[in-house]
């Protein structure tokens, strides 16, 4: 059995917090009997509260669907808002024009190597038309130069009526 | 599972004294709990290997408790008004209601930091001792007692202020 004296020690250190849970048990004890020095009374009711609170239990555990639980309406609107902006997003990148449509063959550097005549003979074929061509085209211009001046003659061979002949009238000169 | 059944038979009613001690509601409470054992059941394995199972129960019961009074925040108004006139029977507190000083005692310590709290619940009604304590709480052990000693201070200094003590 705690004497007051003892009891009194006890506080203090308790108050300090300098007691052994043994000690604060002695305490609780002490307070708890009959006996407690009118002194010390005025702490009684600190040790009743602890009593009171140590006697809590928890009621019977309730069935988890029975639970009605609030909805996280924030976090769920902004998630909904984050998929309407994301659907958003997405169809009006959809009506952009495809970028890729784009010609890029160009960029592409092109392999010469493979056009290039190694069989003689066929360079001699190639190099033969292209000399032919070259000829044509060339010869065609002077020809056409020969046979403007031909019809030339031939219209200034010709006698204008009233005049003589070699005299060109406006009229000639005019059609060519 | 039949260890897992018995370790959450024996810390049950701990857990919910704790989660009522940071919440102060006894549905709060409740529900804190009832997290915490789901939570717990998705880990039983490593919890069964664990060598203080309670300490890593509490420990979650408070974090789970401080996380739910913070969200709490924006019905605090309401809370209050439900509080004024439907106090759960269940708890000391409608006791504590009923006369003065245990009440003056309740409002105090209930006035007390989350942690302080915590310190003070572990150890004044559950029993543990310091190592548990900062175990339970992720404390040093020099901020267990410290927290201890001003919350005991807080309640000396209360009960001197209204002339209880001498």
Request: charged share 30%; hydrophobic share 40%; aromatic share 6%.
């Amino acid at each position: 059995m705690t004497d007051h004296t003892t009891a009194e020690q006890l506080l203090h250190r308790y108050f300090e917090g300098n007691t052994t849970l043994d000690e604060e048990a002695e305490l609780r004890d002490y307070f708890r009997g009959e006996d407690v020095h009118p002194a010390l009374k005025a702490y009684d009711p600190m040790f009743r509260y602890w009593a009171t609170a140590a006697g809590v239990t928890a009621p019977p555990a309730k069935h988890r669907a029975a639970v009605q639980r609030r909805l996280p309406l924030r976090w769920l609107t902004t998630v909904a808002a984050a998929c309407l902006l994301l659907f958003v997003v997405h169809n009006w990148m959809e009506l952009e024009p495809e970028i890729t449509g784009f010609p890029v063959a160009a960029t592409v550097p092109i392999d010469w190597s493979k056009y290039e005549v190694t069989d003689p003979e066929e360079a001699y074929l190639v190099l033969r038309d292209a000399l032919k061509t070259a000829s044509t085209e060339l010869n065609r211009g002077p020809r056409m130069t020969i046979r403007e001046l031909g019809e030339l003659k031939e219209v200034l061979r010709q006698k204008p009526p009233g005049g003589r002949a070699g005299e060109l009238s406006l009229t000639t000169i005019k059609k060519y | 599972m039949d260890r897992y059944t018995d370790i959450i038979t024996s810390v049950r009613d701990r857990l919910y004294r704790l989660a009522l001690r940071v919440v102060n509601d006894a549905d709060e409470a409740e529900d804190v709990v009832q997290d915490v054992l789901v939570k717990s059941w998705t880990k039983r394995e490593q919890i069964i290997g664990l060598d203080n199972p309670p300490a890593w129960l509490l420990r979650m019961t408070k974090h789970q408790a401080i996380d739910r009074l913070r969200s709490a925040k924006v019905r605090v108004a309401r809370e209050k008004e439900a509080a004024a006139t439907n106090v759960d029977a269940r708890t000391p507190y409608r006791i504590a209601e009923t006369n003065d000083t245990l009440g003056h005692l309740h409002r105090l310590i209930q006035c007390l930091p989350p942690d302080q709290r915590t310190v003070l619940q572990l150890r004044e009604v559950e029993g543990l001792d310091y190592k548990e304590i900062a175990e339970a709480t992720e404390l040093t052990m020099p901020q267990v007692k410290s927290y201890l000693h001003r919350g005991r201070s807080k309640i000396r200094t209360l009960l001197l202020k209204e002339s209880i003590a001498p």
